[in-house]
Structures are given as structure tokens and as C-alpha cells.
């Protein structure tokens, strides 16, 4: 329930309402404020206070905050008839300075006068806030309620010409507020329209255009008809921030942790038409500007943050082909399915969000099955630092090697492309860099393997480079989450490859796995390397390495005498209840028998 914070001279005092009784405190400005969700009065007994300062500073505060701001001067019955000034002098300059208030009003708690307006001028800002709908220092439409009307717009063009017709406004009118409209006032809307901005660039042969459409939310705001505007945007299901709220987008997926989240072919057609409505350069690829209006009707757009920015192949300018927008829904829909869902909402797709997805089957049951129906693969590499990983990454989406050496600075490095699978399919396939100060973190974590479809190891011929296998193997044997493993040698040009080849291959001999891939990333020597992952990963029973050391047979002893010695305990157990019932004379029921209970 809303608390309302009164301010008297020189003293704060918070009314909060709770069950059964009344709750006062007090404090500064600052500390009260923060504690305040919804609005706020402030009361100012003589107009003098303002003067003084004192009202400004605590204005101040309370913008500060962001909270909605009614003045109320309060004592009506005591003004003096004489006094020659007024609250709307006082509080004029000072609207003027902060922009944020939304009136001001006098008002005579004793007397009763005009104190049910106060209450309704509070409930009023609450309801329908002016704040996120308008940039009082820009004096214009706040950026993120433009881009919330762009997508109202776009989901109420029906045949996507750019206008909405008469049949489209009226559609929308329901909607809205469950009442047509008559055709004198669709005939009005667009007079006011052409009056304003004249034929061609609000109103067409077409209908109202988008700039007709956002003139007439400007006319609303201006004319200080909120409740308009709100109940068009809760109608489509954002909240007082301006964003689909929580209970417009479906909960979370369940799934186990060796399942992931990708995108069905229904929300894969519809991102192909996405596409190809919006490119409309001859080489059918995106721009950074067309990828803009994509996500114009989101509050953000979502791959200007990490780790989006710069995880598939770009062209020189910056834009995507097709199977690069794919493969950024791919990975946003793996890496966090549920931001996934929100943008899909706001690029307009037209069905149930929850067809959009689907949740791939178990990784174990693939590995039983020797099969597996993904789309979608994920690949852990690993390495020591040096070795090559994100050279590796970026060979993956077509960035040249630099024989500078930079250290992974991002938690999460991503590299994402298509590639073609078996039997001419295509699949999307995710690497994810692993920088070797990182995997004792991941890997106290029981079940950081689940959803690694394939590890490979970059490898260097050093020992850390062989624990580093042994490690994931041992993870992999101990938590059940078992993966396809490929080591790869990265630096061919160099003369100490002979030695790496050697090494690796022994060791890799040892693990019962493949021997390593031995690739060039500074020539381009690639030997279609990324087809080999996804083979391996297409065949999740094949290449598990197994952990033959020394300590890795110890550690199988001993899961070996603790899984006997429960068994024991069990047996034992079991033997001395028996004994115990069978002193007391007590027989268990068995087949064929009337009783359950006998006399010795």
C-alpha cells in the first residue's frame, strides 16, 4: 500500500499504512525518500518556507529520487485575505526550474476544503506517472516511450505498409478500449492529423502513418490525458518502467542441467522474414542501422552488451548475413532464454511466446540413445594461457590472427557460426573460451560440464595442458556429466609442434580419445576442424576420454569401496531388523499366507 511521506516545517514525518494500525517515524529527506515507492506530498504551511531555502534543498531531494511530486499548501482556513501573495506566484518559478511537478493545489485539512482533490492529484500521479512518458528538460517524448509506441505501431499494421488503415485503427480502438470506432471519428482523428502536419507525412492514401500515430500520443500528453496513453500501453502489456511486464512473458524454463533452451523452427521462419523485410541492401545482409530498427521497438538493444558484442562473423561495415542474426539468437537463446523471450515479444512475434522454444532432450539420454536431435551445440575450450584459445575463437568468425598477444578481459567469451553437419543439415555451433585461471571455479561446480555438448583442449605440449585434460575427464567421470573431447594443436608454424604432436597424441592415446587436430590459425590451415566439433558433438558416446592416471584409478578405488561398504550397511542393516523382528515374534506377510502375525 502506497505510504505518504508529509512534510511540515522543519520536521519529515512518514505515515505508512500497515494492518491494523498506524506507523510514524521520521528522519532526513534523503533516508525517507528512498524508503517511498510511489509519491509524495509536500506541505508547506507558510509560503515564507520557500523562501527561506530550506523547500528548495528538500525539493531537490526528492527529484533526485524520482518520485512524483504534488505541492499542497496546506492552512487554507487561516490565510490571510490580505495577503497579496499567492501559491501559484511562489510555486510558478519554481515549477518552471523543476519540471518533475506535477501541480500544486491549496487545501484545508480542518475545513475540508479541496482535500479529496489532493487525494486524487496523488492517485492520479501514481496511476498514470508523467515522468517515463515525457523528457521534461529535452521537452519531448522520452526515448523509451518512442520505442514502445514504434512496436504498438508495428503490431497494429496488420499488412505491414507502413500506415494503419481504417480497419487497423478500429482493431486497435478495441483493443484498447473495448469500443469501435465510428467512421465520423476516424474521418476526425485524421483531419486533426492533416491539420497539423499536412497530406503525405502523418496521414496517406494508406491511413495514419507512424508520424501521424506518434502526433497524436504527443497531442495526448500535451492536452495532459494520461490516462489515454497508460491504459494503451498496459493494454499491451508494459509496466510504469515502460517494459513488458513480468507477467506478459513466461515464467523461466524448467530443465535439467544437462538441457538447454533453443529456438523452434516456427520462431526461426519468423526471424527469416524479420530478416528479410529489414534488409534492403542487393547483398542481403543487415546493417548496424537496419539491425537498429529491428530492436527500435525494444527499450535496448540487446547485443550492445556482453557477451553479444562481437560473438559471430561481421562484414567490414559491420552487418550480419542471415546465418549470423541466427546465430546471435542462437547464443542469446542458450547463454539467457529468458532475455531471448522478452526481445522476441518486442520484435513482434505474432504467436504464443512459449512456441518459440523448446527444451532439448537430456545429454545423457542422448549419449544412451548414441544420437541426439540438437540444433544447437555448445564447446568448452580450455587451455593454458598462450595456447591459442581465442586466436581459435576468432578464426571460427573470420577475424584475422594478430600476433599480439591480449588476455581475455570478458568473464564469458563467446564465438558463435553455423556449420554444416552431417547428412547436409546445418547447425549452430557455440564456443565458449574457458581461460585457464577460471576452470578450478568451474569446475567446483558439480554440474558446469551439463551443458557442454563438446570439450576441446587447446594444446600447447606442456603438462598444465595435460592436467587440463585430466581435470575435465575426472569431472566428467565423477559427476556423470561425461563429454566428447578433442584436443587441437594451434600453433603449427612453430618448431616446437613436432614435440606438442608427440606429447599430445600419447596422451591422448592413454585417454582412449582421438589424436589431437593439429590446425594453423595464423595461415588459415583450419582442416575443417569445426565440422569435426560438431561431428563430435552429433555422436555424444564416442571419444569420452577416461582418466587412466594413477590418481584417476585411485579415485575409482575409492568410489569402489565407499559404493561396497553402503551396500554393506544396507545388508546389515537390513539382517539386524530382521533379527530384531524375529525375536519379538513378528513374521512379515508372505505369499500365500492368511496371516502376517503367528505365535511362536
Given amino acids: 500500500m502506497p505510504c505518504t511521506v508529509v512534510f511540515q516545517p522543519f520536521v519529515v514525518l512518514c505515515v505508512k499504512l500497515v494492518p491494523d494500525k498506524l506507523e510514524l517515524g521520521c528522519g532526513s529527506t534523503q533516508l525517507l525518500l528512498h524508503g517511498t515507492d510511489f509519491f509524495a506530498w509536500l506541505v508547506v504551511e507558510r509560503l515564507g518556507w520557500w523562501g527561506g531555502g530550506y523547500g528548495a534543498s528538500a525539493l531537490a531531494s526528492l527529484l533526485e529520487v524520482k518520485i512524483p511530486v504534488i505541492v499542497v499548501g496546506c492552512k487554507l482556513d487561516l490565510r490571510d485575505e490580505n495577503q497579496q501573495v499567492s501559491l501559484e506566484q511562489v510555486m510558478s518559478p519554481l515549477m518552471q526550474q523543476f519540471r518533475e511537478i506535477e501541480t500544486c493545489i491549496r ?77 465520423s471519428e476516424i474521418v476526425g482523428l485524421k483531419r486533426v492529423v492533416l491539420e497539423k502536419l499536412g497530406l503525405g507525412e502523418g496521414v496517406d492514401e494508406r491511413g495514419i502513418t507512424w508520424t501521424g500515430f506518434l502526433f497524436l500520443h504527443q497531442l495526448h500528453i500535451g492536452k495532459g490525458r494520461l490516462e489515454t496513453t497508460w491504459t494503451i500501453l498496459r493494454k499491451f502489456g508494459y509496466n510504469n518502467d515502460i517494459k513488458l511486464a513480468k507477467d506478459v512473458i513466461p515464467s523461466t524454463f524448467k530443465r535439467a542441467p544437462d538441457q538447454t533452451v533453443e529456438l523452434t523452427n516456427e520462431a526461426t521462419e519468423y526471424l527469416r522474414k524479420i530478416f528479410g523485410l529489414n534488409s534492403t541492401n542487393l547483398d542481403g545482409e543487415l546493417g548496424p542501422h537496419e539491425i537498429g530498427i529491428i530492436f527500435s521497438y525494444a527499450p535496448e538493444s540487446p547485443w550492445e552488451r556482453e557477451p553479444y558484442v562481437d560473438a559471430t562473423q561481421k562484414n567490414k561495415f559491420g552487418g550480419l548475413s542471415l546465418d549470423g542474426f541466427l546465430s546471435m539468437w542462437a547464443l542469446m537463446t542458450l547463454v539467457d532464454p529468458a532475455w531471448s523471450m522478452e526481445n522476441m515479444l518486442y520484435v513482434g512475434y505474432p504467436g504464443n511466446p512459449l512456441s518459440a522454444f523448446r527444451v532439448t532432450r537430456k545429454r545423457r539420454l542422448d549419449r544412451k540413445k548414441q544420437q541426439t536431435d540438437r540444433n544447437v551445440f555448445q564447446c568448452f575450450v580450455f587451455g593454458p594461457r598462450k595456447a591459442g584459445k581465442s586466436a581459435f575463437l576468432n578464426s571460427f568468425i573470420g577475424r584475422d590472427f594478430s600476433d599480439k598477444y591480449t588476455s581475455t578481459d570478458v568473464e564469458d567469451h563467446y564465438a558463435v557460426n553455423v556449420v554444416d553437419g552431417s547428412r547436409g543439415t546445418k547447425k549452430t555451433l557455440i564456443l565458449r573460451e574457458i581461460p585457464e585461471d577460471t576452470v578450478a571455479k568451474l569446475l567446483s561446480d558439480k554440474e558446469s560440464l551439463a551443458a557442454c555438448d563438446v570439450a576441446v583442449l587447446v594444446h600447447d605440449g606442456s603438462d598444465r595442458a595435460t592436467e587440463l585434460l585430466v581435470k575435465v575427464a575426472s569431472h566428467g567421470e565423477d559427476t556423470g556429466f561425461e563429454v566428447p573431447c578433442l584436443t587441437v594443436a594451434t600453433k603449427q608454424d612453430l618448431d616446437s609442434i613436432p614435440m606438442v604432436a608427440h606429447n599430445s597424441t600419447r596422451v591422448c592415446q592413454d585417454m582412449g580419445i582421438l589424436p589431437p587436430i593439429t590446425i594453423n590459425t595464423k ?29 584417476g584409478r585411485s579415485r575409482k578405488r575409492y568410489r569402489l569401496i565407499n559404493h561396497s561398504l553402503m551396500v554393506f550397511s544396507v545388508g546389515a542393516a537390513v539382517a539386524i531388523v530382521g533379527l530384531v523382528l524375529w525375536r519379538q515374534g513378528i513374521m512379515l506377510p508372505v505369499k500365500g499366507s492368511k496371516f502376517g502375525r503367528q505365535s511362536a
Fill in 523 to 551: 595461415s588459415g590451415d583450419l582442416k575443417d576442424i569445426f565440422n569435426r566439433i560438431v561431428s563430435a558433438a552429433e555422436q555424444p558416446h564416442l571419444n569420452i576420454p577416461k582418466d587412466k592416471t594413477e590418481a
Fill in 107 to 183: 487545501c484545508s485539512a480542518l475545513k475540508q476544503i479541496q482535500t479529496c482533490e489532493v487525494f486524487y492529484y496523488a492517485q492520479k500521479v501514481v496511476l498514470h506517472p508523467r515522468g517515463p512518458l515525457f523528457d521534461e528538460k529535452a521537452e519531448t517524448l522520452s526515448p523509451i516511450f518512442v520505442r514502445a509506441l514504434k512496436r504498438i505501431f508495428f503490431l497494429c499494421d496488420h499488412d505491414k505498409d507502413g500506415a494503419l488503415n481504417d480497419a487497423e485503427l478500429n482493431d486497435f480502438q478495441v483493443k484498447c478500449f473495448d469500443a469501435p470506432l465510428q467512421p
